[in-house]
């Protein structure tokens, strides 16, 4: 029988597909409500529904004799989860807020009557989406009224600056005495990796391309042995994850990292560190050049503000869309 999912629903299932594959969680796995609920922070029933969802996906589904339900795909096989599932409302618009602040559309703070005007939601749903913002660390709640920007790479300047930083921690970090070569860690790095390069370069999604780029660094540095590198290596990622937001991916690009990651995991299966250091210098020596070319392109391009005065989309549920109209305009008398 056909769940009756929800935008919410199909939000969460999302998330729990990003809690799949950072945990590195495989196929078999026990997935229990009550475990979910904690770790996305929502409650049992929504949590429910998200796996109702996924089980119609054939992502999830039971495994007799055992109870409940089971991850009938592991992290490594999630590179097309894109195109099956399509991607949520929900992610639409938590793409678009970062796009406008990229793009100069908002300043420092947003209120969420601005956002539901932009965005034409609900009040609920744009909490949903800045919320999500504050739990990937680009925003945070205020203590007044209305959300925060918090400072993030968000142009040519600021990300030739992190590559320069990565540039000269990141290679030096393989050559430190206490750099331990893990297999385990390197061969779950490398099925996330070559799922990409045989033909997941062609559909996966911005978030799940980030994730990807962002485990394998950090997998990286925390084999240094050195806490305060992979902590540095992490900070890094989570400030540049705006950038990797933006519209439009250069698949062929991705492919070629890809193989580059791969590479540089091949040096070090055979214990060749040095050369497996240089290739990881070069690499972001490159990223770095064509990132910083490709923003600067994009700051000529785009223009710094848009009008306000109509809901540039518009995905409110049919249910939601009685209380949405309600909500705006209590949001306008508030004002």
């Known amino acids: 029988m056909k769940s009756q999912s929800n935008s919410l629903h199909v939000t969460l299932a999302h998330r729990l597909l990003d809690y799949v594959r950072a945990g590195h969680l495989q196929a078999g796995h026990h997935l229990t409500e009550q475990s979910l609920a904690q770790a996305l922070g929502a409650s049992r029933s929504p949590i429910r529904g998200a796996l109702a969802y996924l089980a119609e996906k054939g992502i999830v589904g039971a495994q007799p004799p055992r109870r409940g339900l089971f991850l009938l795909k592991g992290a490594d096989q999630l590179g097309v989860i894109e195109e099956e599932l399509g991607t949520s409302q929900d992610d639409q618009i938590y793409l678009q807020l970062a796009r406008d602040k990229l793009s100069g559309i908002w300043g420092d703070t947003l209120s969420e009557n601005d956002a539901m005007r932009r965005y034409g939601l609900t009040r609920e749903r744009v909490r949903r989406v ?56 390197l061969r779950r790095v490398r099925l996330q990796q070559q799922a990409l390069a045989d033909g997941g370069w062609r559909h996966a999604g911005h978030a799940e391309m980030y994730q990807a780029n962002a485990t394998f660094h950090e997998a990286l540095a925390s084999l240094s042995g050195n806490r305060f590198i992979a902590q540095t290596v992490t900070r890094q990622n989570q400030l540049r994850r705006l950038l990797e937001y933006q519209e439009t991916l250069d698949r062929e690009r991705i492919r070629r990292q890809c193989l580059e990651h791969l590479a540089i995991l091949d040096l070090l299966e055979k214990g060749e560190r040095a050369q497996a250091s240089a290739l990881l210098a ?37 249910m939601e869309e009685t209380a949405q109209f309600s909500l705006m305009a209590q949001a306008k008398n508030q004002e």
């Open 282 to 318: 070069r690499h972001l020596g490159n990223a770095s050049e064509e990132k910083v070319q490709q923003l600067q392109r994009q700051q000529q391009s785009t223009p710094r503000f848009k009008p306000l005065s109509e809901p540039i989309v518009s995905h409110a549920d049919p």
């Open 130 to 185: 800045l919320a999500r913002a504050a739990n990937e660390g680009w925003m945070e709640q205020r203590a007044s009224k209305g959300w925060s920007f918090l400072p993030m790479i968000d142009g040519p300047q600021a990300c030739e600056e992190s590559y320069t930083l990565r540039q000269m921690l990141e290679p030096a970090a393989m050559l430190l005495p206490d750099f331990a070569i893990d297999s385990t860690v």
